[in-house]
């Protein structure tokens, strides 16, 4: 697969979670994501920076300002195929789609319990039993979640990197196979 055919590809199923997509159509699409999010930061910071000087005491400080609307777009436009083309991928692998959006999930699960586990902690009385308990238990499991959470984004590039799994199987035939 070309880089042309696996960007046209992944836009014409930017919303199919079935099927499989082989190393080359979702490497060469996130390297389509990675030049396409260059030339909108180039043309943000040409278009959309403010540079402001300000003299104070004899001190020149210089700052930009940039909202970047030019590279929100394009994420915008990219998230879904991206999104669909690594849950192929993880079936091409056999593994679940799912297993792309862990690294989200588990930041979204150790956020969930700092700020239940803090909530719920500072809802009893300051220096109480319960505040240290609380307290204690929260970081008992956000701090392995963290760690779990840098390891996490390195499993799944590892399991995108991977070949992909001969034959057929529960998530459809090999794209090497299937001809196109």
């Known amino acids: 697969m070309t880089f042309s055919d696996a960007v ?52 020149k400080s210089v700052s930009a300002t940039s909202s970047q609307p030019v590279q929100s777009i394009a994420g915008l436009i990219v998230f879904f195929p991206h999104l669909a083309v690594a849950w192929r991928r993880m079936h091409d692998t056999g593994r679940s789609g799912l297993y792309a959006l862990l690294p989200i999930l588990l930041i979204i699960g150790a956020f969930a319990v700092l700020i239940f586990g803090i909530g719920i902690a500072s809802s009893f009385q300051h220096g109480g039993t319960m505040d240290i308990l609380f307290t204690r238990a929260t970081l008992l499991i956000v701090i392995p979640t963290l760690l779990v959470l840098f390891v996490s984004p390195l499993l799944v590039l590892w399991w995108l990197t991977r070949p992909s799994q001969p034959g057929a199987n529960q998530y459809g035939p090999n794209p090497h196979e299937v001809a196109q």
């Open 8 to 59: 046209k590809t992944c836009f014409s199923k930017f919303l199919t979670f079935s099927g499989r997509a082989s190393r080359p159509e979702y490497w060469f699409f996130f390297l389509f994501i990675v030049i396409w999010n260059v030339i909108a930061g180039i043309i943000d910071w040409q278009f959309f920076t403010q540079v402001t000087t300000a003299e104070a005491d004899g001190v």
